[in-house]
């Protein structure tokens, strides 16, 4: 009988593929996060010297704007 009547006390489980592809997906998706977080780190913190200064806080600076100084 392919079709059976759903009563209230019964609990759904799902099939066995469907566990896999979710699992597969999420794991996709935390793999893309991940990637990407550490790329944005590798391009933009660790190539940019000037970037990473710019970020970081310094007692000693009087000048409190994100641009870099002007030299003369």
Do not use: C, E
């Not at 979710?22 to 391009?43: E, K, N, P, R």
Request: aromatic residues 16%; charged residues 20%; hydrophobic residues 45%.
């Amino acid at each position: 009988m392919p079709f059976m009547i759903i009563s209230g006390t019964a609990n759904w489980v799902p099939p066995y593929s469907l566990i896999y592809v979710v699992l597969i997906v999420g794991a996709l998706l935390t793999a893309g996060v991940a990637m990407s977080a550490f790329t944005f780190y590798d391009d933009y913190y660790w190539g940019d010297k000037d970037f990473r200064d710019q970020l970081r806080f310094h007692k000693l600076k009087k000048n409190s704007s994100n641009r870099k100084p002007q030299r003369i």
